[in-house]
């Protein structure tokens, strides 16, 4: 650990919807592990559709596998 | 992916966040819905306006290396497959000009030429920041001369050859030979232009231009009209060898078979990124290996300082491309990249094994540019307040590497450092359980200083 004070803070949690900002991979997998756990996200994306930089990809490593 | 369809997440595409305000377990967001001028509710996404829309414009998915219509979808299974008007192109939206083609065309009635930016407030105890990346601009570089040599692409580029779906589909032609490929409608539209001028003389003087010019020539037939009917045959015979000679080249046009990468253009350079960025090594040799599986007569060399297959199996499947797919490693840092003839790029480079200068020309380079933050990590950086790092990536402590400097705001992926996708995908599982353990009211937390 850091300097940092690290806490186990009393939040007020008046509310228990996540906002994911980022369609990309790593923002899919988060939005849907979370809905998975029954929390409601909002996915926010820039481009009209989501997807990110792996859209644009052939295939991937390790697996040469189709990236959609 | 099933993201559009999960009844627990609500997906604003074509969105930006402009405000976050409030804290941990209750943030409230305001998100601007950006317009469409498509309606989403009633859009089947059939294509049928694009199809028919005159104005083509260049294609972002495709990095610019084909076109689409000024009313377009990102790419073709895309989710939302909602269409959307590209207000800088389409005529309706220019001063002067007119159309409304799409809406005529649309069975659906979804087209709306008035919709507005909706501007919508969303409430959250907790925010996941996975904004991604982009890619060094390789122009900065200009001894590699990408930008000014046209057979010098990026990595990203180049899967777009690759893939089937992609401009070339699949097939790996340098962008001189396709950009002579696609000269010669153009070519041969004019020729048939010049033809058909031809034929009025024919008809008007009840003669063949072949049986016309000898005696033009021999000087039997003089005046103005016969001046221009020659002018117009010697005009179509000189088009007609130019399309002649311009289709053989084209029939004799082969894929590139002699290709190189190099490696950390804009990364490990202190001119730029002092940082490696992790995955170009695997992905250049990736598409190494398929370059060769749709070419096995590809030559593939990849030119860099070192390999960092840093991961489970990787160092593997570096040692199975040379062996398989035949991939020379050059250990160099390229120096410069030169032209030859027909547009062939020249590498030079120091062989620092034989230390001496050496030159390698080859039919297509790929440059493996770095993976840099986003332009919009700084700004939302700005409208949240956070922090980020000397690099510009979203700061992390490395003992909460999932927390950035205010609390209640995570960050996965790329956002957060250069990383691979299944790194990414770990990350993101990592703060949706951090995300969900904090709004449950345990773990611990780094209060912000
Ligand atoms: C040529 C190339 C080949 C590659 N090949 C492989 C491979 O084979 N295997 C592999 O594991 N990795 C590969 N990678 C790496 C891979 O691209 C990344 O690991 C992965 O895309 C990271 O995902 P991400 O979601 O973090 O970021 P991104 O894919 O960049 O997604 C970010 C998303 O956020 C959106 N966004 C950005 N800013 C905002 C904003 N302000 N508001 C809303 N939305 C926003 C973007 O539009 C985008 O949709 C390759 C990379 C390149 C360049
Ligand atoms: S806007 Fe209309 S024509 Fe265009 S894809 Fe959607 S439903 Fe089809
Ligand atoms: S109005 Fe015309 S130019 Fe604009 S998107 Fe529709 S068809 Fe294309």
């Keep these: 650990m850091t300097g940092d004070t690290v806490t186990r803070k009393e939040i007020s949690v008046v509310n228990r919807d996540v906002l994911v900002i980022g369609g990309?991979?790593?923002?899919?997998?988060a939005?849907?592990?979370?809905?998975?756990?029954?929390?409601?996200?909002?996915?926010v994306e820039r481009l009209p559709s989501i997807g990110?930089?792996?859209?644009?990809?052939?295939k991937t490593f390790p697996t040469n596998d189709c990236a959609l | 992916?099933?993201?559009?369809?999960?009844?627990n997440i609500r997906l604003l595409a074509y969105s930006e966040v402009e405000k976050v305000e409030g804290e941990l377990g209750d943030f409230k967001v305001t998100v601007r819905k950006k317009a469409r001028y498509v309606d989403e509710s009633k859009c089947t996404g059939c294509g049928a306006c694009a199809e028919k829309c005159p104005t083509a414009i260049s294609d972002e998915y495709n990095l610019g290396l084909a076109n689409a219509k000024a009313i377009y979808r990102y790419f073709a299974q895309g989710i939302p497959s909602t269409y959307t008007i590209n207000t800088n192109f389409c005529r309706n939206f220019q001063a002067g000009k007119k159309c409304g083609v799409c809406a005529k065309v649309c069975q659906a009635g979804a087209i709306d030429y008035k919709q507005q930016d909706q501007v919508l407030e969303v409430e959250a105890g907790a925010v996941i920041l996975a904004t991604g990346y982009e890619l060094f601009d390789a122009r900065r570089i200009p001894e590699y001369g990408y930008g000014r040599l046209p057979n010098v692409v990026?990595?990203?580029?180049?899967?777009?050859?690759?893939?089937?779906?992609?401009?070339?589909?699949?097939h790996v032609y340098r962008p001189t030979d396709l950009a002579l490929k696609e000269s010669l409608p153009e070519l041969e539209k004019s020729r048939q232009k010049a033809f058909k001028a031809l034929e009025k003389f024919e008809k008007q003087f009840e003669k063949t231009s072949d049986e016309f010019y000898p005696l033009y020539?021999?000087?039997?037939?003089k005046g103005e009209d016969y001046e221009k009917w020659a002018e117009q045959v010697r005009a179509f015979r000189d088009l007609d060898g130019e399309v002649q000679a311009r289709k053989e080249k084209v029939a004799s046009l082969e894929s590139a078979h002699r290709l190189a990468f190099i490696q950390c253009v804009g990364s490990r350079d202190i001119r730029f990124n002092r940082y490696c960025s992790g995955f170009c090594c695997m992905h250049a040799i990736k598409e190494a290996i398929i370059a060769r599986e749709h070419d096995p007569q590809a030559q593939v060399y990849i030119i860099g300082m070192d390999i960092r297959a840093v991961g489970k199996g990787f160092e593997e499947y570096r040692n199975r491309g040379a062996k398989e797919s035949h991939i020379e490693y050059v250990r160099s840092r390229v120096a410069e990249i030169t032209e030859d003839k027909d547009h062939s790029p020249v590498i030079w480079y120091e062989d620092t094994k034989e230390r001496v200068v050496k030159s390698l020309p080859v039919d297509l380079v790929i440059l493996s540019t770095a993976c840099e933050p986003s332009p919009a990590t700084r700004i939302l950086a700005d409208i949240i307040g956070l922090e980020v790092n000397d690099f510009g990536f979203y700061a992390t402590d490395p003992s909460q590497p999932l927390d950035t400097s205010r609390p209640g705001i995570f960050v996965c992926g790329c956002a957060?450092?250069?990383?691979?996708?299944?790194e990414s995908v770990a990350q993101a599982s990592s703060a949706a359980a951090r995300a969900a353990q904090v709004l449950s009211g345990s773990g611990t937390l780094r209060l912000a200083s």
Excluded: C, N, W, Y
């Design chain 2, 1 to 7: 992916m099933d993201v559009g369809r999960h009844p």
């Design chain 2, 416 to 422: 957060q450092s250069p990383m691979d996708i299944p």
């Design chain 1, 31 to 43: 939005s849907l592990d979370l809905a998975e756990m029954g929390i409601k996200v909002h996915l």
């Design chain 1, 52 to 58: 990110g930089k792996m859209s644009q990809l052939d």
């Design chain 1, 24 to 29: 990309g991979i790593a923002g899919i997998q």
């Design chain 2, 217 to 221: 020539e021999a000087g039997e037939l």
């Design chain 2, 154 to 170: 990026t990595a990203l580029e180049f899967e777009r050859f690759l893939s089937a779906s992609g401009p070339t589909h699949g």
